[in-house]
């Protein structure tokens, strides 16, 4: 069960880091970057804290985000970050 969490937190920061870098805006090149290196270390040493750590900064971006710019992000990006986040708290 903890490693299939795992795997959609992988996911879900994946999407999270491509929406990220779509809509390509300066403030979040650093949230970007780590991301994107949370994502590589997890596939290294399977330590999600990483993860959770910058994929809960990254749904705070994208929602804040989102407020100002509702057609910019998809809601279900937000939606699956949300719930593997909540999932992973639960375990």
């Given at each position: 069960?903890k490693?299939?969490?795992?795997?959609?937190?992988?996911?879900?920061?994946?999407?999270?880091?491509?929406?990220?870098?779509?809509?390509n805006?300066?403030?979040?090149?650093?949230l970007?970057?780590?991301?994107?290196?949370?994502?590589?270390?997890?596939?290294?040493?399977?330590?999600?804290?990483?993860?959770?750590?910058?994929?809960?900064?990254?749904?705070?971006?994208?929602?804040?985000?989102?407020?100002?710019?509702?057609?910019?992000?998809?809601?279900?990006?937000?939606?699956?970050?949300?719930?593997?986040?909540?999932?992973?708290?639960?375990?």
């Amino acid at each position: 069960m903890k490693n299939e969490v795992n795997e959609k937190l992988v996911k879900s920061c994946n999407d999270a880091l491509a929406t990220i870098k779509k809509i390509n805006i300066e403030d979040y090149s650093e949230l970007s970057s780590k991301l994107e290196w949370c994502i590589g270390s997890y596939q290294h040493d399977k330590n999600p804290a990483g993860l959770i750590e910058y994929g809960t900064l990254a749904l705070k971006a994208l929602k804040q985000y989102k407020s100002k710019n509702p057609r910019k992000v998809n809601k279900k990006i937000i939606e699956n970050l949300e719930k593997v986040i909540g999932n992973y708290s639960k375990n």
